[in-house]
């Protein structure tokens, strides 16, 4: 009996994944937890298992296009076995079909002069093929389709697609590529026709307006959760901000000592954001009520017990949390090497569900950027963000004496519904505190 293989769910986010890329032909035999695609989820690229033995029968979707949880990938079967009865099941859903013909354009009555029966009459126009469906001025193709046209110089406005809502696909290219390779047929001996008595003004070649020139970038599943779970956020939950001035002189003298520290024991260096990792994990456990969760369904705020912090880190693709477990109760070097290697696992797409799954708590940092001071966007379902700044040189006064000191400006951005401002205000202080004493986060 054929078995369908369908989009699993690969992260709590995924509403739909795109085919990146096959890893098996149609026709290979195939035993369970064989690899047979990669998937590019909202979190990162990884693979498509199978868990029955079987023959590739068909696959169904192209690589580049996206199908919704539960949509038809492939068919796995007995060698021979008739597919249609599944492919029949799932049409409408994930299974590309092909467009149906373009009626015949409606006939447009206007006056016309009337031809003598002696004049030739002109051939009939020849209708060109519907275009390629155009979304927000981007013509919908899959990306391997678009990089076969541009490999072949086939301009895809000509095309007509095949995929699902007309999207291009590979097949599509390859049959304009059949196509143009075709002899063309012999043209009908052209009728000389009397030269009209006013020329045709010929038509301007004007250079293509400025704003034409562009390049056009597939939104990626990534960007797509991006978007929604961020917009979600800011126009559902009461954001509001607190801001507040620490004085990180004792913290970069701390972070100098303790790396010499760690370069003599051959550990890898402790960086300012894990300096802020440790003092916002260890306030959380002061302060539950910032460590915590808006369950609207569940109709509960939910006070978390574990401390497990987010870090944004940026891609090429956007942006990704994964999440330290456990922050409060590890070392300033264990939190560094773990966030070191998260962000190195991001970049590359090997982030796993359990590395971005669970983080009562987000920090973002553009420190690095020169940026001494932005909002950041809460993360759902956490109540808490915080925005780290720059540390900037800058006077301030000591004991009524001007000096140069080292300050970074943090912002918590708090969802009303759970923290109020004297809440969110006393976990700053203890963030603050721990910050310009970090010998107190040892202890």
Excluded at 252 to 279: I, M
């Amino acid at each position: 009996m054929a078995i369908p293989v369908e989009m699993p769910k690969m992260s709590d986010t995924m509403e739909e994944g795109v085919l990146a890329a096959w890893l098996k032909e149609e026709g290979d035999t195939i035993s369970a937890g064989d690899v047979v695609a990669q998937v590019e989820t909202d979190k990162a690229t990884m693979d498509l298992e199978v868990y029955d033995d079987g023959v590739l029968l068909k696959r169904v979707i192209e690589e580049g296009d996206s199908i919704p949880i539960g949509g038809l990938i492939a068919i796995l079967g007995k060698a021979g076995e008739d597919v249609s009865a599944i492919l029949a099941s799932y049409s409408g859903g994930s299974a590309p079909v092909a467009p149906a013909e373009a009626p015949a354009p409606a006939a447009v009555e206007e006056s016309a002069p009337v031809v003598p029966q002696s004049a030739p009459v002109a051939p009939a126009p020849v209708v060109a093929p519907a275009p390629a469906p155009i979304v927000e001025g981007r013509i919908k193709a899959s990306p391997l389709a678009r990089k076969l046209a541009k490999d072949k110089g086939i301009d895809l406005a000509l095309l007509q697609g095949s995929g699902p809502e007309g999207r291009i696909v590979k097949r599509d290219i390859e049959a304009a590529l059949v196509s143009a390779s075709a002899p063309a047929p012999q043209a009908a001996p052209q009728v000389q026709a009397p030269a009209p008595q006013v020329a045709a003004q010929a038509p301007s070649m004007a250079p293509a307006a400025s704003g034409d020139n562009y390049e056009s970038v597939r939104i990626s599943q990534m960007r797509k959760t991006i978007a929604k779970r961020l917009a979600e956020s800011k126009f559902t939950n009461p954001h509001f901000y607190l801001t507040i001035d620490v004085d990180m002189g004792n913290a970069v003298d701390f972070r100098s000592r303790l790396n010499e520290k760690a370069a003599a024991k051959e550990l890898g260096k402790v960086s300012f954001n894990d300096l802020v990792t440790k003092a916002c994990a260890l306030s959380l456990r002061q302060h539950p009520w910032v460590n915590a969760s808006w369950m609207e369904a569940e109709g509960e705020i939910r006070l978390h017990h574990d401390v497990h912090v987010a870090i944004a880190v940026a891609v090429d693709e956007g942006l990704i949390t994964p999440v330290v477990k456990h922050a409060d109760r590890k070392g300033l070097a264990q939190i560094g090497a773990e966030t070191k290697d998260l962000a190195t696992k991001g970049r590359n797409k090997e982030l796993t569900p359990d590395d971005w799954s669970g983080s009562t708590f987000t920090t973002s940092n553009l420190g690095m950027f020169g940026i001494e001071e932005f909002t950041a966007i809460i993360n759902p379902p956490n109540a808490c963000i915080l925005a780290i700044g720059a540390i900037r040189d800058t006077p301030v006064v000591d004991n009524g004496a001007v000096v140069p000191g080292k300050r970074m400006k943090v912002t918590l951005s708090c969802d009303h519904r759970v923290v109020d401002g004297a809440t969110g205000s006393a976990f700053l202080g203890s963030v603050r505190g721990y910050l310009e004493d970090p010998v107190t986060m040892l202890l």
